[in-house]
């Protein structure tokens, strides 16, 4: 029999415990911060200081912060059943990739890329932004943060329909429900025939029911679900 084909969509809550703040729980960044401030290209023409500064700070914390046990899980998984596992993050730190995640996608994109308004260019990026540094490709000085806000396309969403709608295993990890596309997934894993199951510390606003649904910290529940995916095949 061919071995499954797993999705695993990820969200703010898988990296809650290397320190980074989740949006929507107590505490969490959108405190101190109207989404619409921050989190759109209106609030970005309005107040680009503001915002620009928001995701400085951010990039600047998650650089400080290590993987915790789940991105650790995920990454092992990988290292066992290779591309048959793709895994999928509305996250924009890089801690899946510092884990050893290889075969992922940033839907929503990466704090360690600028994005250029003047020429679309994508450079791997370390810095602030705040001081409007050149961009390395067109030399203008429109770079922001390479994120997708409320309203703009997230990234790679053709190849992520084709991996949900095929996928045997969907396992959502961390995540609201709340914002789409990605909390419409489950609904799509399901209607292509998968089996789903939801990882996260509080119900979600899961558009369908989850076939399991899993309570507690991702670094307790990731590391045991993997566990269990390879028992018998180690
Ligand atoms: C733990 C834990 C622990 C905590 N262990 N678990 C009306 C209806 C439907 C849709 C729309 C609508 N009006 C507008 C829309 C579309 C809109 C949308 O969804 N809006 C909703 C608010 C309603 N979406 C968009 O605009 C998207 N684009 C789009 O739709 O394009 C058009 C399109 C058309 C057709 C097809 C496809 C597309 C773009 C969305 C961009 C979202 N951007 C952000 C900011 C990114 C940059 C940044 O990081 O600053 O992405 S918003 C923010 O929310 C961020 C996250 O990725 C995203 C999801 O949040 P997440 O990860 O779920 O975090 P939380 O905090 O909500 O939840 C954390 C969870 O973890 C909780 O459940 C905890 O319990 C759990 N937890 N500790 C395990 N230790």
Redesign the pocket.
Known sequence: MARPRIVVL?????S??SGVA????AG??WEGHS?ED??TPEGFARDPDTVLR??DE?RRAVASVPPNP?HVALARLEAFVGDELLVI????DDLHERAGTRNLVH???E?ARALCAGCGTRPEWSTDLIDRPACPRCGDRMLR?D????????YG?DRIEDAVFGCDIFVS???????????GYVALATAGGAWTIE??????AAAVPFDDVRR????V?VPAWVDEQLAGRT
């Open positions: 990820t969200g703010a809550g898988i809650a415990e989740t949006f929507r729980d969490g960044l989404v921050v989190a928001f995701y951010r789940a993050t509305q996250n924009v839907m929503h994109g704090l943060p994120v997708v806000w409320f309203g703009e396309m997230p969403l990890i961390g995540t609201s429900g709340e914002v789409y596309p990605a909390a990882l996260n510390l509080e119900p979600s507690g910290p991702a670094s529940l």
